[in-house]
């Protein structure tokens, strides 16, 4: 059964950090290009950041460059968004996403809320 699960979502402060984790499971991780998504209300979901299976490469929407790092551990099963210097219009839910040139998942997604 696939399952990518995400967390690590919250509320937080302009300028302030948080760290998106997705567990991914059920298919062959290293496999797969990994990618975050976001969804704002009312907004299309737009590509956030993405990594290729090995993580030898990376890309980033610009709105986020500079301030967002995507990483995976392969070891682990897991991927990452470190995201620094948060703007309110980083408000979203954060979706994980993994693909090949077969399959495609989703993940549920994690809120993240930029307040003050």
């Known amino acids: 059964q696939v399952q990518l699960v995400e967390s690590g979502g919250g509320l937080v402060q302009p300028g302030g950090s948080l760290r998106l984790s997705c567990a991914a499971s059920?298919?062959?991780?290293?496999?797969?290009?990994m990618s975050w998504y976001r969804q704002a209300p009312g907004k299309e979901r737009e590509l956030v950041a993405a990594?290729?299976?090995?993580?030898?490469?990376?890309n980033y929407a610009d709105s986020v460059k500079g301030r967002f790092t995507i990483s995976r551990d392969n070891a682990k099963n897991m991927v990452y968004l470190q995201m620094n210097s948060l703007k309110f219009e980083d408000t979203a839910v954060y979706y994980c996403?993994?693909?090949?040139?077969?399959?495609?998942?989703w993940g549920q997604g994690t809120q993240v809320t930029v307040s003050s």
């Open positions: 990594i290729s299976n090995t993580g030898g490469s990376t």
């Open positions: 996403k993994g693909r090949n040139h077969f399959y495609e998942y």
């Open positions: 059920g298919f062959t991780f290293s496999g797969y290009t």
